[in-house]
């Protein structure tokens, strides 16, 4: 069975309280094939960082070991039978969730505590643009022109890309920021611990002469 080498599963997993091996993902141990509760986070069932950058196929090898361990160890006991379909339920739901680009955007906007809206505040542009779509989509099923429809269907399809790609490039940045503010608080904080430690021992010699 592929062990998944590198991957910050086991540690981020813990041992399993059954037998006491690494597990695989916080959701199963790949030893004993017990089962425990699936993550909200859809990114730690599969030992992935939360983050924008997906590798697809790192993914869908952690999904297959993963439902391996379920197909194999957990089914064939019968107490966690109904566990195990339940929680490789879960676990197939959340690999279709982050493969798919805009619901993997829309989950990492919550994660960081961002609201969804129904339109976006720059609504003259938008509707500007959905109104040259709807117009072109009616004026090309009026004329019974599916060559046409298909244009504007194209056309439609870029604009989603095009939209979900810019989601994904704030996400880039802020993920990139967000590394380098916490960089930077590490080396304050490193800087506040030297100077508590000096502070501390200047004090101590106050008044013993």
């Not at 069975?1 to 006491?20: H, I, K, Q, S, W």
């Not at 939360?50 to 160890?73: M, P, Q, T």
């Not at 967000?178 to 008044?207: C, P, S, T």
Request: glycine share 6%.
């Amino acid at each position: 069975m592929t062990d998944l080498r590198g991957t910050p599963t086991p540690t981020l997993a813990g041992e399993c309280v059954g037998c006491g091996a690494s597990r695989l993902s916080p959701a199963v141990c790949q030893e004993c094939g017990e089962v425990f509760d699936v993550p909200q986070d859809a990114f730690a069932i599969f030992g992935l960082a939360r983050s924008w950058s997906l590798d697809s196929s790192e993914l869908d090898e952690r999904y297959a070991a993963i439902s391996r361990v379920f197909r194999d160890k957990s089914s064939a006991r019968e107490d966690l039978r109904d566990r195990a379909a339940a929680a490789a339920r879960a676990v197939d739901a959340a690999r279709k969730m982050l493969l798919d680009p805009l619901e993997r955007a829309q989950y990492l906007l919550a994660s960081y505590g961002g609201v969804e809206r129904d339109e976006p505040v720059r609504k003259t542009e938008f509707q500007s643009e959905v109104m040259e779509i709807n117009a072109l989509a009616a004026k090309a099923r009026q004329e019974g022109d599916p060559a046409r429809l298909a244009g504007v269907v194209r056309e439609a399809e870029e604009k989603l890309a095009s939209a979900i790609m810019a989601a994904g490039q704030s996400f880039t940045r802020l993920e990139r920021s967000l590394v380098e503010e916490v960089n930077a608080a590490a080396e304050a904080l490193a800087a506040a611990r030297f100077w508590r430690r000096k502070v501390d021992e200047l004090r101590a010699g106050v008044g013993r002469r």
